[in-house]
């Protein structure tokens, strides 16, 4: 008799602590979203039934991690428990030097700090927010190369998050001298949680070893990009994510963590390299800013965390639950008749607030008025990722000059939410979709000058 296959993946865990959802009507989430100036990030977390802002640090940690917390031992120098979180590092990445550092952005820092500066240029596939700010912030350009089929919003080419390889070859043919690093993101967070394919990495691993520049990933997905992979590159299936995982490592000379997303922990990251020249020099800026060595800003018992979680991210009934998830909250939206980004990543759904409300136009920010009304609603809370995030006001007529999209983030923290929960945001998203006439835009009447999504006030229109 053959083995069964039942087509309901389940998640493969239990629960054994839970944190209470508090209840809240219509009426009382109106007067907290009016109070907080129309912008979510500026609500109480409690005021939130389901919370799909963010998946860094949100996810719940396996009772394993939170005995290795216990274990955590908070030596300011030499720890065992840095030893343990170096020995998971190296034995993924393949990397000589393992720098800890508090979260993504502080190896950001610290690397662009030792290496870039005014006159160079990184060019990445996409630069994440925070790596974009980094770089800008030591004088270099940070050059975008995303490929062709990046742009195209409903198209289901399975690699969006590939780099442009022929940009990049003309960029280094004429500026070889002016580039520190070409950076890959996998996934390609700011591209919709698209993949990068193993072959493209290949490519650019070429590109680059033809000019003598080093590779680096932004690895904070680097376990859903894997799994991608697994499923969708030709020749890839029969080998596990961790395989998958290493090659992609051992294409690069380094790179960056952000241990809030695939390393399932509430709070870390690393910065890991070959060259003892630059790990020399992040070291010193290590211990300006982050702290010793072998702390890096963090406790003993956050080593710990990170160090077993980035062994259960690679679990492949994990995987598979948490990307058939996220394309089950995909194809919950499509049925609705929600346009979304396609096809579905790795750790999001992208709603196309543009096609969804076309009555609404960019400079009255679709985003900002789907995402106000699925809170408003159903108390979902979810982020704008379009005109508010990446466009700007015209310091002369006031009017919003646009983004490239409009779209509406939807991110799923790791291990936290179950079927029921993605259900009901499909019924709310759905509601919602069925008044979409209604829904009006947005101005903003308040706002700060960087980073202005996080805390604008907003008031509706008409
Ligand atoms: C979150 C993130 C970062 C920054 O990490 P933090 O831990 O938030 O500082 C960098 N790159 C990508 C792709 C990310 O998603």
Redesign the pocket.
Known sequence: MPEPSFHTIIEPFRIKSVDPIRMTTREERQAKLEAAGYNLFRLHSDDVLVDLLTD?GTGAMSADQWAAVMRGDESYAGSPSYYRFEEAVRSLTGFRHIIPVH???AA?KILFGAVAGAGKVVPANHH?D??RANVEATGAEALDLPCPEAADIAGRHPFKGNLDVERLDELLEGRSADVPLCLV?VTD?TGGGQPVSLENLRQVRSVCQRYGVPLFL?A?RFAENAYLVKLREPGQRARSARDIAREVFSLADGATM?A??DGIANIG?FLALNSDAWAERARQLLILTEGFTTYGGLAGRDLEAVARGLEEVLDEDYLRYRLRSVEYLGEGFRSAGIPIVEPPGGHAIFVDARAMLPHVPPSRLPGQSLACALYSEGGVRSVEVGTVMFGRTDPVTGDQVPAAMDLLRLALPRRVYTQSHVDYVIEVAGHVAERRDRLGGYRIVGEPSALRHFSATYQPVG
Do not use: M
Request: charged share 30%; hydrophobic share 10%.
């Open positions: 860094s979260q993504g952005r950001e994440f925070t790596t993101t967070n932004d904070a952000s809030k997303k990251g």
